[in-house]
C-alpha cells in the first residue's frame, strides 16, 4: 500500500482546482448567450439583406429582418465585450475545517 505524500496532495488539489475554474469559464452562459446571439444575427440579417420587395411591403416598408439581425448582433457583441471586460473570478478556496470541540 503507497502512502501519498502532503507534497503529492497539494499538488493534484492544484490540478483539479485549475481544471475546475477553466470548466467553469468554458460555460460561463454568458459566451454561450452572446455566441448564440452573434450566430442568429448574423443569419437574421442574412435574410434581411436578401429580402425581396414584397417581403418589405409586408412590414409597412420597414426591413425588419435587417433590424432584428442588427440588435441581435449588437446584443451577443454586448455580452461577449462584458465576458471579456469582466471575466468570472475564480473560485475561491473552500475554508480550512474548523477544529472540532475537545
Do not use: C
Not at 10 to 20: H, I
Not at 34 to 56: E, K
Request: aromatic share 8%.
Amino acid at each position: 500500500m503507497s502512502e501519498y505524500s502532503e507534497h503529492d496532495v497539494q499538488r493534484q488539489v492544484t490540478e483539479l482546482e485549475g481544471k475546475s475554474a477553466t470548466a467553469a469559464r468554458i460555460f460561463d452562459l454568458r459566451r454561450i448567450i452572446g455566441g448564440l446571439f452573434l450566430l442568429y444575427g448574423v443569419i437574421v440579417m442574412i435574410a434581411g439583406l436578401t429580402a425581396s420587395d414584397a417581403d418589405i411591403a409586408k412590414a409597412q416598408g420597414v426591413n425588419i429582418n435587417l433590424w432584428t439581425g442588427l440588435g441581435m448582433l449588437l446584443l451577443g457583441l454586448f455580452f461577449l465585450a462584458w465576458l471579456k471586460l469582466r471575466p468570472m473570478a475564480p473560485p475561491s478556496p473552500p475554508e480550512a475545517e474548523e477544529k472540532t470541540s475537545e
